[in-house]
Antibody, heavy 119, light 113 residues
Framework: QVQLVQSGAEVKKPGASVKVSCKASGFIFTGYYIHWVRQAPGQGLEWMGWISPNSGDTNYAQKFQGRVSMTRDTSISTAYVELSSLTSGDTAVYYC????????????WGQGTLVTVSS | DIVMTQSPDSLAVSLGERATIDCKSSQSVLYSSNNRNYLAWYQQKPGQPPKLLVFWASTRESGVPDRFSGSGSGTDFTLTISSLQAEDAAVYYCQQYYTTPRTFGQGTKLEIK
């Protein structure tokens, strides 16, 4: 079955960087775009961008331009999102999600990774 | 960016009653060449990721109970739960995938009265 399994919770200090992983199984990793969405505590869903695991092409939300990087390692079917220059406003649960076709909805989601930014 | 606005922000409905959530987009998400609305609905329960319920505005995802239905076109959409069950208590989000950036509504919290 389709699964997206994310890395564990992280605690970072302001100004640091964090890298979250998303390991895919149950489908051909290079056949589906992976998107990243975050959710601050008690808040709604915020789209961050996508990566094509096949080509490595990326598209980032303007808000995160310059401090976000999405990468992938096809040998282990894993996508990554790295966010730098963290502030308390980046405290959130970060989700990866699969796009079954483009454009399309997100049909499978990772379990989420809580990133806490605190001094 | 397309702004998605849901109403109400929260509602409480009795078991077995109908629940209705509205979603309005700031511009049409109907693609005229294929007559499809690029609109999805998700359900999110505490501590869980969102779950896809409806896509193309009215197509139910596999395995989703038929008490959930989506309707609407262009800029105005509705998610209806025909007979509320206890397990339907959750936050519901609409999302447009017509264009990038993908955007979500602010969410509607559905409680059992």
């Amino acid at each position: 079955q389709v699964q997206l399994v994310q890395s564990g919770a992280e605690v970072k200090k302001p100004g640091a960087s964090v890298k979250v992983s998303c390991k895919a199984s149950g489908f051909i990793f290079t056949g589906y775009y992976i998107h990243w969405v975050r959710q601050a505590p008690g808040q709604g869903l915020e789209w961050m961008g996508w990566i094509s695991p096949n080509s490595g092409d990326t598209n980032y939300a303007q808000k995160f331009q310059g401090r976000v990087s999405m990468t992938r390692d096809t040998s282990i079917s894993t996508a990554y999102v790295e966010l730098s220059s963290l502030t308390s406003g980046d405290t959130a649960v970060y989700y990866c999600a699969r796009l079954p076709y483009d454009p399309g909805p997100f049909d499978h989601w990772g379990q989420g990774t809580l990133v806490t930014v605190s001094s | 960016d397309i702004v998605m606005t849901q109403s109400p922000d929260s509602l409480a409905v009795s078991l077995g009653e109908r629940a209705t959530i509205d979603c309005k987009s700031s511009q049409s998400v109907l693609y005229s060449s294929n007559n499809r609305n690029y609109l999805a609905w998700y359900q999110q329960k505490p501590g869980q990721p969102p779950k896809l319920l409806v896509f193309w505005a009215s197509t139910r995802e596999s395995g989703v109970p038929d008490r959930f239905s989506g309707s609407g076109s262009g800029t105005d959409f509705t998610l209806t739960i025909s007979s509320l069950q206890a397990e339907d208590a959750a936050v519901y989000y609409c999302q447009q995938y017509y264009t990038t950036p993908r955007t979500f509504g602010q969410g509607t919290k559905l409680e059992i009265k």
